[in-house]
């Protein structure tokens, strides 16, 4: 082999080797692209899935923050129509407490009523003895109907008549002067006690409404209020 095939020889392995390393090269940066785009890819779907996973914890908070926001309103319109409920009751409660006062008005019925609070109370007590507290202004009406009342008492309970004893040191505060005033007042009617104190009955006409109005507020209510929607 001379000189010429020797270096032609030489040229071809060349060639060959530096083609061999032009498709290894080829083929790394293929290889090295498709790894690149593929990680790419990945950490894109990890950042978008780190800003939805965002974005529905945001979502999640304004949600919780409307409802929230709707249930103290909700509350706070139940509270004011409640309230509202409350001063309609109070202001009929009030109206019931002035037309009291028109009972004592009528001297006539007046005195019969006294009289029927006076028996009703000695039916309760049942005492032999007993201490009256009326109004001052209602003294001498009292004092009036007594020995009736405590005939009539005898007859239905089948006693003796009892011993009652007006007290005259101490009175029943006076019928109010305004419902504005919130000082102690009696709008009429009786208490009677035992002697000893232990037994009370309160039949003064204040009294008798407040059992009245608390037996009848869940009826007065349901007739005012069973269209209000909660």
């Known amino acids: 082999m001379n000189d010429a095939d020797v270096s032609k020889q030489i040229q071809q392995m060349v060639a060959f080797i530096r083609q061999e390393a032009e498709e290894k090269a080829s083929e790394i940066s293929v290889s090295a692209e498709e790894e690149f785009n593929i990680e790419k890819l990945q950490l894109f779907e990890s950042e978008k899935k780190k800003i939805r996973q965002e974005y529905e914890k945001k979502e999640k908070q304004v949600d919780i923050r409307k409802k929230i926001e709707y249930s103290m309103q909700l509350n706070a319109s139940r509270i004011t129509v409640l309230q509202a409920q409350d001063d309609l009751v109070t202001s009929m409660r009030e109206a019931a407490g002035k037309e009291l006062l028109r009972i004592s008005g009528d001297q006539s019925a007046y005195k019969k009523l006294l009289k029927e609070l006076i028996i009703q109370s000695l039916l309760r007590l049942k005492e032999p003895a007993v201490i009256l507290r009326c109004r001052k202004d209602d003294y001498a009406i009292v004092d009036s109907v007594l020995d009736s009342a405590k005939k009539e008492y005898a007859t239905k309970a089948g006693v003796f008549p009892p011993e009652i004893v007006i007290d005259t040191n101490v009175f029943l505060p006076p019928a109010p002067s305004s419902f504005q005033d919130h000082s102690l007042s009696c709008s009429g009617g009786v208490v009677l006690a035992s002697?000893?104190?232990?037994?009370?009955?309160?039949?003064?006409?204040?009294?008798?409404?407040?059992?009245?109005?608390?037996?009848?507020?869940?009826?007065?209510?349901?007739?005012?209020?069973?269209?209000?929607?909660?």
């Open 195 to 230: 002697k000893d104190g232990k037994i009370v009955c309160e039949n003064t006409l204040d009294a008798r409404l407040d059992v009245v109005f608390r037996k009848k507020l869940p009826e007065i209510r349901r007739r005012l209020f069973s269209q209000v929607v909660d």
